[in-house]
């Protein structure tokens, strides 16, 4: 996790160094910088380019001083929750720890308590799920690695839940801890159609055709490995193009693929280099023989045999690279490319 933080005084460069170092021992990345004329160690740039510099890249930032400091700094590049990093703001006297900005989604609500306990200072939290005691599907969201869509929904999803209306949930996957309070879980198989209810609930899965309330927050985890396979040289225009035109046979999310896989023999093919820089996501590649040892009932081909030394890529490399996952989406052909889904061995948790 990459921390920023910025000072304005002198006791707050103190804490600020006692806190860094308390985080690199935690295992963060941190840089702390000072903004006071009282400090040799005083940066040359005004704030407003700091924070501009810091606000797109650190996961966290954190200024040691005046609340009304911290505000007037962000403002300008406050965009939304589901980009903004997390914000805090920490007074000189290292007393009161505030999660300013993305206290779900951005994790500033747990980054303040970690942060408060490092210093024995008081974390302020201020977002109506925390104090009410209530379930937050947000912060269910992020600690799950869920893309969560549309906010609005979310948003009228936790509104029930502080009204004190009990709230439907709809899981593809099985979910560990203990169900909420309000909350009314309902799990269902993979490809096991889900009648719509009344109301607003949220599902949990990552077909597009699980929408079982009238308005139905979304929760996606990243658990489909994609195998492709392709011809030597094959675009990247017509890989990528394919590749989308799959999942929308599948009628999956894109935003539950978690890998892209495929034979060892295409670890330099440029095309699936960068769908998988596109994406953000791992390129994995195995080889023939490891691929040949997965055990399941796939496609086999000969011509692909014999330029590959194993029957069939896509499907197998999708299975391998799933950890002994299962094959939901068969071997799709065309213009050169082939393509399967997997499915990982995947478990939410409370």
Known sequence: MNVRMICFSRSG???GTRLRSGMETAG???GLDSKCRDLKESIEEDLHSWTAAQFGNADVLIFIGALGIAVRSIAPFVSSKKTDPAVLCIDDAGRFVI????GHLGGANEFAEKTAQMIGAIPVITTSTDINGKFAIDVFARRNGCALFPMEAAKHFSADLLAGKRTGFVSEFPIDGDIPDGVDLFIVGI???VPAAAGCGAA???????VPFEETAILVPKCVTAGIGCRRGQSYESIRSFF???IEEAGLYVESIRCI???DLKKE????IRLAQEMKIPFYTFPSDELAGVPGDFSASGFVRSVTGVDNVCERSAVLASQKGKLIFPKYAGGGVTCAFALDDWRGSF
Request: hydrophobic residues 35%; contains cysteine; proline residues 0%.
């Open 204 to 210: 949990l899965t990552i077909r597009k055709k699980i």
């Open 28 to 30: 963060y990345d941190v």
């Open 244 to 246: 989308l035109n799959c």
């Open 269 to 272: 093919e440029e095309g699936l």
């Open 99 to 102: 999660s300013l900005l993305s």
């Open 191 to 193: 490809g096991e159609n």
């Open 13 to 15: 460069h103190h804490l």
């Open 261 to 263: 896989a495929s034979i």
